[in-house]
């Protein structure tokens, strides 16, 4: 399963937070180092706030978008 650890941008749904999870690629010509962002919805039982850094595991789709679940909250 996958893992991610990103930054929480919000958590105003009931039992759901969006996470930005950022992560660099190489560009297959230039060779050039890019940041990529992404943004997930993930359930969420621990209650994190907006700004936390938590890790993010794939899980079994949830909802129509909801497909990752709150791990653990990092520090």
């Given at each position: 399963?996958?893992?991610?650890?990103?930054?929480?941008?919000?958590?105003?749904?009931?039992?759901?937070?969006?996470?930005r999870v950022e992560r660099l690629l190489q560009?297959?010509?230039?060779?050039?180092?890019?940041?990529?962002?992404k943004k997930f919805l993930a359930h969420d039982?621990?209650?994190?706030?907006?700004?936390?850094?938590?890790?993010?595991?794939?899980?079994?789709?949830?909802?129509?978008?909801?497909?990752?679940?709150?791990?653990?909250?990092?520090?």
């Amino acid at each position: 399963m996958k893992i991610f650890t990103g930054i929480v941008t919000s958590a105003k749904l009931k039992k759901t937070v969006t996470v930005r999870v950022e992560r660099l690629l190489q560009h297959p010509k230039y060779k050039k180092l890019i940041k990529v962002t992404k943004k997930f919805l993930a359930h969420d039982e621990f209650g994190v706030k907006e700004g936390d850094t938590v890790s993010i595991q794939e899980t079994r789709p949830m909802s129509a978008r909801k497909r990752f679940k709150v791990v653990e909250k990092a520090k």
